[in-house]
């Protein structure tokens, strides 16, 4: 995992814990398994309780800007 995937992740589980406090977020596919080419997409998910329609409109801003 390159330095900058690490920065994006990282920005990213925070944002997470801090907006929605979720119960656990998952790390899967070729970036769990560390066998990630240059084509691989980060996959995540993530268990929140109390999910809404804001939320997911507030989380899916902000991974559009990051990614």
């Known amino acids: 995992m390159t330095p900058q995937i690490e920065k994006i992740l990282a ?11 979720p119960e656990k ?3 899967y596919g070729s970036y769990a398994y560390g ?3 240059r084509h691989s997409d980060i996959g995540m998910r993530k268990r929140i309780s ?7 409109h507030a989380l899916w ?3 559009a800007k990051v990614c």
Do not use: G, N
């Open 61 to 63: 801003r902000h991974f």
């Open 25 to 27: 977020i998952i790390l």
């Open 50 to 56: 109390h999910w809404s329609l804001a939320h997911r």
């Open 35 to 37: 066998t990630p080419t």
């Open 11 to 21: 920005e990213i589980v925070e944002k997470l814990k801090r907006e929605y406090q």
